[in-house]
């Protein structure tokens, strides 16, 4: 790599040994500040003869890290957060400084072929058969559009011209990440949402019932039904196999959104929750959820990855050179082409560690969940709302309002104490604890439990 000038060298073992610190301590909570402060204290960075590495390394580690929530700090509950291994985030350094090209075979064959062995895994995971194949992505987001552009080629493709100038509808259900309606929005599609039980899981006969209850020409636009294993605000896995036969008997795609909740297929505790899931045509679960991977990596698995070529690859005179034969082309299974080989870390670690390892690390979130449950249970002021299925806790606080938990929320951020941030369900305002760190432990529910009291 270039330097641009001769301080280059010495600017990058500086990077490196702060990227090992980092690493290797245990970092603060840390929060976002308003940008009049950052700008303040970080003063003019862009500049026409620069800064200096020093100087803009001093900056970022003083001023704008400090800025950003540590995703890896043990009381780090909202949203999902991540955990990667130190092997996954070293070795993502390492692809970074050889800029390894991993869209097309030709360039990147070294990088496509660990990235398809991380794959592999976890299509056998799933019980998906042998061709399986796929690509990583950046996100769950982009996973499950990709996995729907696909679904809809495939539609298209069959009806022979017949639904050429129609608009497709996706069957999904009203716990399903909202993603899927803006992959609906950008697909110019529409979401037909299936009512769920009582802890918000997605039923075949539901699914069915949804589909019968369509006029005939609506139920010829139906291209896709989309499950989700694990629904990110509850943790709660759908009925995989009574919505995938609900979707082969409508002839339409399935599709099983397991960005956050597919991670547990590797816990022997959990994996009867994803009966079903063999028959998916496509698949999604993002390694830098709970597979302990670092931002960003969704892994994007297609029963037949031979349609999602037909509908994703792109043809240019200066791009034929990639087509002359039969090569594994990440960029052909996804919406994308230039890509970083975001498998990799994931790749690196578990060659390291061994995939035992990883079913012990999920396993360990689970018992901490498990744990954390009982301990609500036990506690008189607060109430579980739901029992765990996978590793999120959703309860109240007895008597609190919708601004006595913001006020909270913001507090304990402040004091470096966790990052939670309420969540509701059935209209309730309420709090969720999600549970990704092998780090985390049952202390550190308690220490959240007891800033309720
Ligand atoms: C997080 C999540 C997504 C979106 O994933 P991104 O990586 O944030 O784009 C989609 N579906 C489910 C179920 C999720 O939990």
């Given at each position: 790599?270039?330097?641009?000038?001769?301080?280059?060298?010495?600017?990058?073992?500086?990077?490196?040994?702060?990227?090992?610190?980092?690493?290797?301590?245990?970092p603060p909570l840390d929060h976002a500040e308003p940008v009049e402060t950052l700008r303040r204290r970080a003063g003019v960075t862009v500049?026409?003869?620069?800064?200096?590495?020093?100087?803009?390394?001093?900056?970022?580690?003083?001023?704008?890290?400090?800025?950003?929530?540590?995703?890896?700090?043990?009381?780090?509950?909202?949203?999902?957060?991540?955990?990667?291994?130190?092997?996954?985030?070293?070795?993502?350094?390492?692809?970074?400084?050889?800029?390894?090209?991993?869209?097309?075979?030709?360039?990147?064959?070294?990088?496509?072929?660990?990235?398809?062995?991380?794959?592999?895994?976890?299509?056998?995971?799933?019980?998906?058969?042998?061709?399986?194949?796929?690509?990583?992505?950046?996100?769950?987001?982009?996973?499950?559009?990709?996995?729907?552009?696909?679904?809809?080629?495939?539609?298209?493709?069959?009806?022979?011209?017949?639904?050429?100038?129609?608009?497709?509808?996706?069957?999904?259900?009203?716990?399903?990440?909202?993603?899927?309606?803006?992959?609906?929005?950008?697909?110019?599609?529409?979401?037909?949402?299936?009512?769920?039980?009582?802890?918000?899981?997605?039923?075949?006969?539901?699914?069915?019932?949804?589909?019968?209850?369509?006029?005939?020409?609506?139920?010829?636009?139906?291209?896709?039904?989309?499950?989700?294993?694990?629904?990110?605000?509850?943790?709660?896995?759908?009925?995989?196999?009574?919505?995938?036969?609900?979707?082969?008997?409508?002839?339409?795609?399935?599709?099983?959104?397991?960005?956050?909740?597919?991670?547990?297929?590797?816990?022997?505790?959990?994996?009867?929750?994803?009966?079903?899931?063999?028959?998916?045509?496509?698949?999604?679960?993002?390694?830098?959820?709970?597979?302990?991977?670092?931002?960003?990596?969704?892994?994007?698995?297609?029963?037949?990855?031979?349609?999602?070529?037909a509908a994703h690859t792109q043809h240019a005179e200066y791009l034929d050179a990639l087509h002359v034969n039969d090569d594994w082309n990440?960029?052909?299974?996804?919406?994308?082409?230039?890509?970083?080989?975001?498998?990799?870390?994931?790749?690196?670690?578990?060659?390291?560690?061994?995939?035992?390892?990883?079913?012990?690390?999920?396993?360990?979130?689970?018992?901490?969940?498990?744990?954390?449950?009982?301990?609500?249970?036990?506690?008189?002021?607060?109430?579980?709302?739901?029992?765990?299925?996978?590793?999120?806790?959703?309860?109240?606080?007895?008597?609190?309002?919708?601004e006595q938990y913001e006020e909270w929320s913001a507090r304990v951020l402040a004091a470096g104490i966790t990052f939670t941030v309420p969540?509701?369900?059935?209209?309730?305002?309420?709090?969720?604890?999600?549970?990704?760190?092998?780090?985390?432990?049952?202390?550190?529910?308690?220490?959240?439990?007891?800033?309720?009291?």
């Amino acid at each position: 790599m270039h330097s641009f000038d001769r301080r280059g060298k010495r600017l990058s073992w500086r990077i490196l040994s702060y990227a090992l610190r980092r690493m290797r301590t245990d970092p603060p909570l840390d929060h976002a500040e308003p940008v009049e402060t950052l700008r303040r204290r970080a003063g003019v960075t862009v500049t026409p003869e620069g800064i200096g590495g020093d100087e803009a390394l001093r900056i970022w580690q003083e001023v704008l890290a400090p800025a950003c929530i540590s995703v890896d700090h043990p009381r780090f509950f909202s949203y999902v957060p991540g955990a990667p291994s130190e092997a996954a985030g070293m070795f993502d350094v390492a692809i970074s400084a050889a800029n390894v090209y991993a869209g097309s075979w030709q360039e990147g064959a070294g990088a496509v072929f660990a990235e398809n062995e991380a794959l592999h895994w976890i299509a056998g995971l799933a019980g998906m058969p042998d061709g399986a194949g796929g690509v990583f992505v950046s996100g769950g987001t982009a996973g499950n559009l990709s996995a729907l552009i696909a679904a809809r080629w495939h539609w298209r493709h069959r009806g022979g011209g017949t639904h050429d100038r129609s608009r497709g509808i996706i069957v999904a259900s009203r716990a399903a990440h909202s993603s899927v309606a803006q992959a609906a929005r950008a697909m110019d599609a529409d979401v037909v949402l299936v009512d769920t039980d009582g802890r918000g899981r997605m039923e075949g006969a539901a699914t069915r019932a949804a589909i019968a209850a369509l006029p005939e020409d609506d139920a010829a636009r139906v291209f896709a039904v989309v499950a989700t294993a694990g629904t990110t605000n509850v943790g709660i896995v759908d009925d995989l196999e009574g919505v995938g036969a609900a979707a082969r008997e409508a002839g339409a795609w399935f599709h099983v959104d397991g960005a956050y909740g597919g991670a547990a297929l590797c816990a022997p505790s959990r994996r009867g929750l994803f009966a079903g899931i063999e028959h998916a045509d496509s698949f999604i679960v993002d390694p830098h959820k709970w597979l302990f991977a670092p931002f960003d990596s969704c892994a994007l698995l297609y029963r037949e990855p031979r349609i999602a070529r037909a509908a994703h690859t792109q043809h240019a005179e200066y791009l034929d050179a990639l087509h002359v034969n039969d090569d594994w082309n990440p960029s052909d299974y996804a919406h994308h082409l230039s890509r970083r080989p975001r498998g990799l870390p994931l790749w690196f670690s578990l060659a390291t560690h061994g995939t035992r390892a990883y079913t012990e690390a999920v396993e360990r979130t689970l018992a901490v969940t498990d744990a954390g449950a009982e301990l609500i249970r036990r506690a008189p002021h607060v109430e579980l709302i739901l029992e765990p299925e996978l590793s999120v806790l959703v309860f109240r606080r007895a008597g609190w309002t919708h601004e006595q938990y913001e006020e909270w929320s913001a507090r304990v951020l402040a004091a470096g104490i966790t990052f939670t941030v309420p969540t509701s369900w059935q209209g309730e305002t309420c709090l969720r604890l999600c549970i990704v760190n092998p780090e985390t432990t049952e202390a550190d529910i308690a220490l959240v439990l007891e800033t309720l009291e």
